[in-house]
């Protein structure tokens, strides 16, 4: 309870204000300590309705459990860790005749002491709380009718299987359907993603897990650092210092050496639509377009792209998505940049939307102002997929690499800041653009600005 008669909820060093509840409703919200059951959120009373807005407030920022138990034994079958805000349980209506499969996407692993069902497709992950659930579930990694599961499966629990079913850890097939072994994951966009690739962009990104991302230091107190320059490995050194160089030295080497990261803008001198103009024609402009010949009987033709920088494949997977806070002669927005008509086109996304992207960079960069350029690296990831197993998603990394050192080194030139950002939330992304996060997302973002000249000493 806060000094002004609101409550809040501390996590982490964090607080997050809730509102303000009336007495009844506080009493009955303190049994969220133990469980409150869904059921009594559905009611008409005034108190069940503030509990409910409360409860609501509580899934929007991660800090609600659910439990399916089994009634007066104590013990929980399962809990459901929700991994996005927007998770609430629901159940996806099963019937008899009905049959169901495990997603090719959903795996089972321990985590500590514990047993956890988790999918990238899945807006939450299940803690297993019944070994016999476990069981059952093997049993679903081939197609199940549900009459069958009912007879022949002790763990039987058609809740749990309806809740497993609306978080796509389970698909319902029809005759049009086939095995549900590769293909009906209810998405075609789907069939061109290997299993460990979308869970490791999941996994690797913000927006659709709930665990601690960044440097968190989680081994400091478990393990010395490794040292910044690894020790020389034993044995005779040829000491290349003694052999001549080029005197001077080339603009290119200059320009390597000179490149660095830039977090803190002029705000008062922002980077102008002709420099962003130059920077986006130096760095991710198509320079030619030409077709492949058929490499085998029946393969179709394939068409290609040239551009600045080198690319698996000569696919150029990547989009550059540019949310403007600051830059003279563009309005504040977000635009795609069309790499093949070197042209900027606005994407309609509401303040709120554009103000969390550039606050996420911001917080990213440990920096004291929001970027004035923020350039979001997406992949069309079936462009490397269609082609490669296996390796797409590391491909799609090492092009990465390769555009941000291209990045950097434009900036350099061209006397602006720029700097690498590690993460991004994919799952806004998706909010914004109103692409599927598996069709097109975020791999990489870089902040670009006017780099704030450091003051004179006095």
Request: charged letters at 20%; a negative charge.
């Given at each position: 309870m806060?000094?002004?008669?609101?409550?809040?909820?501390?996590?982490?060093?964090?607080?997050?204000?809730?509102?303000?509840?009336?007495?009844?409703?506080?009493?009955?919200?303190?049994?969220?300590?133990?469980?409150?059951?869904?059921a009594s959120l559905a009611g008409k009373s005034a108190i069940a309705r503030e509990v409910d807005v409360l409860v609501h407030r509580l899934a929007r920022h991660g800090l609600l459990e659910y439990r399916l138990s089994f009634p007066h034994a104590g013990q929980d079958l399962v809990v459901i860790e929700p991994q996005v805000p927007e998770y609430w349980p629901q159940r996806a209506k099963l019937g008899?005749?009905?049959?169901?499969?495990?997603?090719r996407f959903a795996y089972l692993r321990r985590r500590g002491n514990e047993t956890v069902l988790e999918s990238p497709r899945a807006g939450a992950l299940f803690r297993i709380g019944?070994?016999?659930?476990?069981?059952?579930?093997?049993?679903l990694s081939q197609p199940?009718?549900?009459?069958?599961?009912?007879?022949?499966?002790?763990?039987?629990?058609?809740?749990?299987?309806?809740?497993?079913?609306?978080?796509?850890?389970?698909?319902?097939?029809?005759?049009?359907?086939?095995?549900?072994?590769?293909?009906?994951?209810?998405?075609?966009?789907?069939?061109?993603?290997?299993?460990h690739d979308l869970v490791f962009h999941t996994r690797s990104t913000e927006g659709r897990q709930a665990n601690p991302v960044g440097s968190t230091f989680a081994y400091a107190s478990?393990?010395?650092?490794?040292?910044?320059?690894?020790?020389?490995?034993?044995?005779?050194?040829?000491?290349?210092?003694?052999?001549?160089?080029?005197?001077?030295?080339?603009?290119?080497?200059?320009?390597?050496?000179?490149?660095?990261?830039?977090?803190d803008f002029d705000d008062e001198n922002p980077v102008t639509l002709a420099e962003l103009a130059r920077f986006l024609d130096t760095t991710a402009r198509v320079l030619s377009e030409w077709k492949s010949d058929a490499n085998f009987e029946g393969s179709p033709e394939i068409t290609y792209s040239t551009r600045p920088y080198p690319?698996?494949?000569?696919?150029?997977?990547?989009?550059?998505?540019?949310a403007v806070s600051n830059c003279e002669g563009l309005a504040r927005g977000l635009y795609h940049y069309d790499a093949g008509g070197h042209a900027l086109v606005a994407i309609g996304v509401?303040?709120?939307?554009?103000?969390?992207?550039?606050?996420?960079?911001?917080?990213?960069?440990?920096a004291p102002g929001p970027p004035q350029v923020l350039i979001t690296i997406a992949a069309r990831f079936g462009r490397i997929s269609w082609k490669y197993s296996?390796?797409?998603?590391?491909?799609?990394?090492?092009?990465?690499?390769?555009?941000?050192?291209?990045?950097y080194l434009a900036a350099t030139d061209m006397g602006l800041g720029g700097c690498a950002i590690g993460t991004s939330n994919i799952d806004l992304f998706a909010k914004m653009t109103g692409l599927e996060f598996h069709v097109e997302g975020p791999v990489g973002q870089f902040a670009l600005g006017r780099g704030r000249k450091p003051e004179a000493p006095r």
């Open positions: 806060q000094a002004d008669g609101s409550i809040a909820a501390f996590v982490d060093g964090y607080s997050v204000n809730l509102g303000q509840l009336s007495t009844a409703a506080m009493d009955r919200a303190r049994s969220l300590t133990d469980g409150l059951p869904l008899e005749s009905d049959t169901v499969v495990l997603s019944d070994p016999a659930i476990a069981a059952t579930l093997v049993a199940q009718k549900i009459s069958g599961l009912r007879r022949h499966v002790a763990a039987f629990n058609l809740d749990l299987l309806e809740l497993l079913l609306d978080s796509q850890f389970l698909l319902k097939l029809n005759a049009e359907s086939g095995d549900g072994l590769r293909v009906n994951e209810g998405d075609g966009n789907l069939v061109l993603w290997d299993f478990v393990v010395s650092p490794p040292p910044a320059v690894r020790p020389p490995w034993p044995g005779k050194e040829i000491d290349l210092r003694k052999l001549p160089t080029s005197d001077p030295i080339s603009p290119f080497a200059k320009l390597l050496r000179e490149r660095h990261s830039v977090r690319s698996a494949g000569s696919a150029y997977e990547l989009e550059l998505y540019l509401s303040a709120q939307q554009l103000q969390a992207l550039s606050a996420a960079a911001e917080f990213a960069m440990d296996s390796i797409a998603y590391s491909l799609i990394l090492k092009d990465v690499g390769s555009m941000i050192q291209t990045f």
